[in-house]
């Protein structure tokens, strides 16, 4: 029988696989301080193992799960594969690919992790070239498309929730500050971009590592039409982890070439899709850790903060933010 906390009565964890061979054993909570969800590793004696993940109805993204996984999957995109889901109960049951992760590796030696990171942006480069196509033809309910008022939305998360919950910057001098319209602007050119189906939270730890050395992509039900570069700037400036220039510089052509964008593309979109996701992930940060007392967040912000100063410096019209972010670090 499969035990949790010594509990007798768990056998909804295993659901339609409870006759499989070999799966009684040990259940442990999987700890996704980010998520809304809880994961269960089921491990028996003679080494099988599986995640059941348990979804409530708060978040909607959360009914995507399962279908995103088969779109990427069909794609050729590596995701864990999905062996049960029980809409009703909002279970599902997957392969569990371990702990190692692109953040796990974050000390390995460059050589290690380009090749790794380059494969996470191939994959990228695949969902965005044919991600939405295939999502409309296979009739996927998608999350709402970042549009101008999402965007705008973004931009406030981070003046409410870091700014002001955080920080600790007064309303008079948030609103201010919110409303420059040069910040309006970046929404703007943004909404007006090409969009392709992104992955929305494409960062190191929501890639998991196969067998030591293989990409997968996890945490994908937000999966919305956007712009393609505000995934590789999840991924570049992902505050969990420090790339130098020079790799990131490296990383961002590597992409750039495989999706054909010319050197324009990427001077003129990079730099706004850069500010929009660090504005967001900081706002996360302060949400999560101010609201849901996961403080654990909050030690984030420094990084994010320092890698948002230099890219505000390259637009025009937001030097008052820059000068009291420089106040505030």
Known sequence: MVRLNGSNDDGWLLGPLADSPGLDGN??????????????????????RLIVMRYGRGRAENEQFVPVA??????????????????ERRLVWMEDLGDSSLWSV??????????????????????????QAN??????????QFDEALYRWE???????????????????????????????????LAAAPRAL???????QNVLLRGGGEAVFIDFQGARPGVPLYDVASLLLDPYVSLKNEERTEL???YCSAMGYPDKIVAEEFPLCAIQRL????????????????????????????????????????????KTLESLS
Not at 27 to 48: E, K, Q, T
Not at 155 to 184: I, V
Not at 198 to 204: A, E, T, V
């Open 135 to 144: 999502a409309i033809k296979a009739r996927l309910r998608l999350e709402r």
């Open 27 to 48: 259940v442990r909570l999987i700890d996704r301080s980010g998520s809304d969800r809880m994961f269960y590793r089921v491990a028996s004696a003679n080494g099988s």
């Open 279 to 322: 504005m967001q992930a900081m706002g996360a940060y302060g949400f999560l850790g101010h609201t849901k007392g996961k403080t654990e967040f909050l030690l984030h912000i420094p990084t994010a903060l320092e890698r948002l100063k230099i890219f505000l410096a390259q637009i025009p019209g937001l030097e008052s933010l820059a």
């Open 155 to 189: 931009q406030e998360y981070f003046f409410d929730n870091c700014l002001g919950r955080h920080f600790g910057l007064g309303s008079e001098e948030t609103s201010r500050l919110q409303n420059l319209p040069a910040l309006s602007e970046i929404a703007r050119r």
């Open 70 to 87: 088969r779109l990427l999957s069909a794609l050729g995109i590596p995701v864990p594969e999905i062996l049960a889901w029980d809409p």
């Open 106 to 131: 974050r000390n390995e030696p460059w050589a290690y992790r380009s090749a790794i990171y380059r494969q996470v942006l191939r994959h990228a480069a695949t969902l965005h070239r044919f991600g």
């Open 198 to 204: 992104i992955h929305r939270d494409l960062q190191s």
């Open 252 to 254: 961002l052509f590597f």
